[in-house]
């Protein structure tokens, strides 16, 4: 959907689609960091721009996302 689409199911607590469902080539390591990027739980999302970066660098360098977060938000990406 549009920008406006996605944020209005955000606002109510929705999970957009993750990227596999428009790329079948995208792994799961990268559906689980973008979906967990767009959390509407402000508490569920990536802690900072920068854990992100990390998690995204860890993620093209080969590394387990789980390397570049916190361990107790390990549930969260495992869970995607």
């Given at each position: 959907?549009?920008?406006?689409?996605?944020?209005?199911?955000?606002?109510?607590?929705?999970?957009?689609?993750?990227?596999?469902a428009h790329r079948r080539e995208v792994p799961?390591?990268?559906?689980?960091?973008?979906?967990?990027?767009?959390?509407?739980?402000?508490?569920d999302r990536t802690p900072s721009a920068e854990?992100?970066?990390?998690?995204?660098?860890?993620?093209?360098?080969?590394?387990?996302?789980?390397?570049?977060?916190?361990?107790?938000?390990?549930?969260?990406?495992?869970?995607?």
């Open positions: 959907g549009t920008a406006s689409e996605v944020m209005l199911r955000l606002s109510r607590g929705v999970l957009p689609p993750p990227p596999s799961p390591a990268l559906d689980a960091l973008v979906l967990r990027a767009m959390a509407p739980d402000p508490a854990d992100l970066a990390d998690a995204l660098e860890g993620w093209l360098e080969g590394r387990s996302p789980m390397t570049a977060v916190r361990a107790q938000d390990a549930e969260f990406v495992r869970a995607y």
